[in-house]
């Protein structure tokens, strides 16, 4: 009887590491998977806005005549290099160690704000582009390079999509680290001491 409970208990412990170990299988390949979406919005971003340039008997106009397209192109080919590695990263490592688990988090909370940082200062150049400012006296330039700014108003609603994709990795990589390790422990000082003048 003790033979067939051993039995027993075993075949539930190799059933129980059998789940777990496809459980964690299907997370690997959600997880990759989720990490390499981001690069065809990346990419499709980055190509319309190389490719933004109009020429009329005004003159003409590039995306690399402005500041903050070319740190959105900057931007967009940095996180598509990322989403790959990563991708390639989180489909190898079996188990997440303490210091890749901080890692992606660190790096994908960086590439968050820079992606989201470049979408939000072209969303602004794109409504000047769009609106003009009277107080300067800066007439609106979509009045004249329609097809400029409609190249670079699509870029820059692609790179909201890759700012979207970013968030959701960012949320899932912070409850990946959160979920299996603790928080750095801070230290904090007992007593303060301060002089007093008087």
């Known amino acids: 009887m003790s033979t067939e409970v051993d039995?027993?208990?075993?075949?539930?412990?190799?059933?129980?590491?059998?789940?777990?170990?496809?459980?964690?299988?299907?997370?690997?390949?959600?997880?990759?998977?989720?990490?390499?979406?981001?690069?065809?919005?990346?990419?499709?971003?980055?190509?319309v806005m190389l490719h933004?340039?109009?020429?009329?008997?005004?003159?003409?106009?590039?995306?690399?005549h402005i500041?903050?397209?070319?740190?959105?192109?900057?931007?967009?080919?940095?996180?598509?290099?990322?989403?790959?590695?990563?991708?390639?990263?989180?489909?190898?490592?079996?188990s997440p160690t303490k210091y890749l688990a901080w890692t992606f988090f660190f790096i994908d909370q960086l590439l968050t704000y820079i992606i989201l940082g470049a979408g939000a200062v072209s969303v602004e150049v794109l409504y000047l582009a769009y609106k003009g400012d009277s107080t300067i006296t800066w007439s609106p330039a979509c009045e004249t390079f329609g097809g400029f700014c409609h190249k670079a108003t699509t870029s820059v609603v692609i790179t909201f999509l890759v700012v979207?994709?970013?968030?959701?990795i960012s949320l899932i990589s912070s409850y990946k680290l959160f979920s299996k390790f603790d928080?750095?422990?801070?230290?904090?000082?007992?007593?303060?001491?301060?002089?007093?003048?008087?």
Request: with cysteine; glycine share 6%.
């Open 164 to 168: 979207a994709c970013f968030a959701l």
């Open 67 to 94: 500041g903050a397209f070319r740190f959105l192109v900057h931007a967009n080919g940095i996180c598509a290099g990322y989403s790959l590695l990563s991708a390639i990263i989180a489909a190898k490592s079996q």
């Open 52 to 64: 933004d340039s109009q020429a009329n008997e005004f003159g003409s106009v590039s995306y690399s």
């Open 7 to 47: 039995k027993s208990a075993g075949r539930d412990e190799l059933e129980g590491m059998s789940s777990n170990s496809s459980s964690s299988s299907s997370l690997r390949t959600a997880e990759t998977l989720l990490r390499l979406l981001p690069i065809a919005p990346c990419v499709a971003a980055l190509v």
């Open 183 to 198: 928080a750095p422990a801070i230290n904090t000082i007992k007593s303060i001491q301060t002089a007093t003048f008087g």
